[in-house]
């Protein structure tokens, strides 16, 4: 079957087809999980409880593979292997006296003679394979050491990548979730609550429960959406670039108190705020040398965020190049300073906010 996406292995599936060996990655890791059942549903039926078993990536034992690939079930056609989260980068742990590259040529060995009763699933959900766009095939290309193993799965059996869904696509999802509640929704509100959402259907799924509580068969309005909808830190953090961008020193303010920055979530507070400057200065240089919107989400490899790079685009031109470069090095040496010291997370970053507003437009 090759390399296919979900919708054309969900029919796949439909019609009985099977492979001996998949590879399921992407950043929809709510895809991945449902699109693995899919898999196993397909395979063993309702006797997972007897046909199927679960190893983790992380601890995988080849010989224990190997004899469970060997075994038959009495209670199924095939026998199920899940394995979550192998990563060929680093296979186990502890890998002292180990060569990534050795253990995965010895996987990739004793993947080779799969029964034909056994059905291996390869799924990740727990880390982020890196990818780049082929605009040759129109898919993404593996970058790092797991291209082994998908480029194994793709030629001796089937590999599917699920991307983030973009708020389009989610304004869909989401309308017919409603829908299936009594409510009701416009693709355009739709589409907004995926966005504040940062297409994330776990917290997507959790705001049409509230949502629809509240609405109670009327519309969701836009305005039920504001007062409603949980403020993801990221859009608060994005408020707070807004506010620097605008010298709003107030906003900047309100925004770092509403980030309730302390020791336990510093490091992950500073990453977002870097990340959304990163976006910005990408964004700014993209326009300053003429390159689309659609040529800066694939080079940085967006994929389903392409809306931040068109967010960016819009908002990058209130900030000079100059000043978004000095305000990540700002950032930078906050970064270095929480760090290498016991400083107050929260006043080092009022401190690189006030320095960023300083900078000169």
């Known amino acids: 079957m090759a390399n296919v996406n979900a ?4 029919a796949a599936l439909k019609k009985g087809e099977l492979s001996r060996i998949y590879y399921i990655f992407g950043a929809d890791t709510v895809g991945v999980s449902d699109l693995t059942q899919k898999i196993i549903k397909a395979a063993v039926g309702g006797s997972e409880e007897f046909a199927l078993t679960k190893l983790d990536g992380r601890r995988l034992d080849l010989s224990q593979l190997e004899d469970l690939a060997g075994q038959f079930n009495m209670m199924s056609d095939y026998n199920c292997i899940l394995i979550n989260d192998y990563n060929c980068e680093k296979p186990y742990d502890d890998m002292r006296g180990k060569s990534a590259d050795d253990v995965t040529k010895k ?3 004793a993947l080779k003679d799969i029964p034909s009763q056994t059905v291996i699933i390869f799924n990740v959900t727990g880390f982020e394979v890196k990818v780049q ?3 040759r095939s129109g898919k993404n290309i593996i970058k790092d050491k797991n291209k082994k193993l998908a480029d194994f799965a793709a030629k001796n059996g089937t590999l599917c990548e699920l991307p983030i869904k973009t708020p389009q696509e989610l304004a869909k999802i989401i309308s017919t979730k409603v829908s299936a509640r009594g409510g009701a929704i416009s693709l355009d509100n739709a589409r907004e609550l995926a966005e504040l959402c940062l297409c ?4 997507i799924g959790n705001e049409i429960d509230k949502l629809c509580a509240y609405a109670n068969g009327r519309e969701i309005t836009r305005e039920m959406l504001g007062e409603l909808v949980h403020e993801r830190s990221d859009t608060t953090i994005y408020n707070l670039a807004n506010a620097v961008a605008a010298f709003n020193a107030r906003a900047a303010y309100e925004a770092i108190d509403e980030l309730n920055v302390d020791n336990d979530n ?12 990163m976006d910005l200065y990408r964004a700014a240089c993209a326009k300053r040398a003429g390159v ?5 989400v694939s080079d940085f490899s967006y994929g389903g965020r392409a809306f931040a790079v068109k967010n960016a685009f819009r908002d990058c031109s209130r900030m000079s190049v100059e000043r978004l470069r000095k305000c990540i090095v700002i950032l930078r040496d906050t970064a270095m300073r929480l760090n290498s010291s016991a400083s107050d997370p929260r006043i080092a970053i009022e401190q690189a906010v006030t320095q960023m507003m300083r900078t000169k437009r």
Do not use: H, M, P, W
């Not at 919708?7 to 969900?10: C, D, G, P, Q």
């Not at 510093?266 to 400057?277: D, E, H, K």
């Open 266 to 277: 510093r490091g992950a507070v500073l990453y977002a705020i870097t990340s959304v400057f």
């Open 292 to 296: 689309s919107i659609e040529q800066t």
């Open 7 to 10: 919708k054309e292995l969900t």
């Open 133 to 135: 766009r082929d605009y």
């Open 107 to 109: 996987l990739l060995a």
């Open 200 to 203: 994330d259907e776990l917290t």
